[in-house]
T-cell receptor, first 115, second 117 residues
Framework: AQSVTQLDSHVSVSEGTPVLLRCNYS??????LFWYVQHPNKGLQLLLKYTSAATLVKGINGFEAEFKKSETSFHLTKPSAHMSDAAEYFC?????????????FGTGTRLQVTL | DVKVTQSSRYLVKRTGEKVFLECVQDMDHENMFWYRQDPGLGLRLIYFSYDVKMKEKGDIPEGYSVSREKKERFSLILESASTNQTSMYLCASSLWAGGYGSNQPQHFGDGTRLSIL
């Protein structure tokens, strides 16, 4: 069985400072991993995905994540936060055995960005 | 860009009613999904479909059913709505990628916020 743990339910940063959102996963197989973002009253938007190619994955809006197999982690980072980054972020692991890409979601990290 | 459209953004229904939530995608995706999202619980999979007329139960199918008569449309049905089904419902779609579709991202609609009174 697979699982995802987002280590912080809430993170607050000042605009212009770095962002770190932490995610640990558990999977019996070589996982596919994703980060999604959800702005208020909107659906989820894909930020980036890891699928066993490069371990450092670049996504949209300046975000990136590094896959570390030894630490079973997939933390999301951004060098400089912007007010528009305030949203909820979900780390997601994928089941590789099915005919459809079934996803297991973390419980989310709410990012607050202050002036 | 993939467009996943959910028919209602907000819906208010009464207990015992039969409720239909509709979802349409425009990218010819084989897979479609229904989730519910509740605070502190993340997203939980209710049902998914990998082809027309095919469906599989997700993690929390009790009290729900689904219908997929056309490839682009996936409906979620609450047979007899109850107050514990008050939630945000999200529909998603993805490509099928051979036997292992796990590296295909899912594309989400904006959600339907359903209140059962």
């Amino acid at each position: 069985a697979q699982s995802v743990t987002q280590l912080d339910s809430h993170v607050s940063v000042s605009e212009g400072t770095p962002v770190l959102l932490r995610c640990n996963y558990s999977s019996s197989y070589s996982p596919s991993l994703f980060w999604y973002v959800q702005h208020p009253n909107k659906g989820l938007q894909l930020l980036l995905k890891y699928t066993s190619a490069a371990t450092l994955v670049k996504g949209i809006n300046g975000f990136e994540a590094e896959f570390k197999k030894s630490e079973t982690s997939f933390h999301l980072t951004k060098p400089s936060a912007h007010m528009s980054d305030a949203a909820e972020y979900f780390c997601v692991v994928s089941d590789r055995t099915g005919t459809a890409s079934k996803l297991t979601f973390g419980t989310g990290t709410r990012l607050q960005v202050t002036l | 860009d993939v467009k996943v459209t959910q028919s209602s953004r907000y819906l208010v229904k009464r207990t015992g009613e039969k409720v239909f939530l509709e979802c349409v995608q425009d990218m010819d995706h084989e897979n479609m999904f229904w989730y519910r999202q509740d605070p502190g619980l993340g997203l939980r999979l209710i049902y998914f479909s990998y082809d027309v007329k095919m469906k599989e139960k997700g993690d929390i199918p009790e009290g729900y059913s689904v219908s997929r008569e056309k490839k682009e449309r996936f409906s979620l049905i609450l047979e007899s709505a109850s107050t514990n089904q008050t939630s945000m419902y999200l529909c998603a779609s993805s490509l099928w990628a051979g036997g292992y579709g796990s590296n295909q991202p899912q594309h989400f609609g904006d959600g339907t916020r359903l209140s059962i009174l």
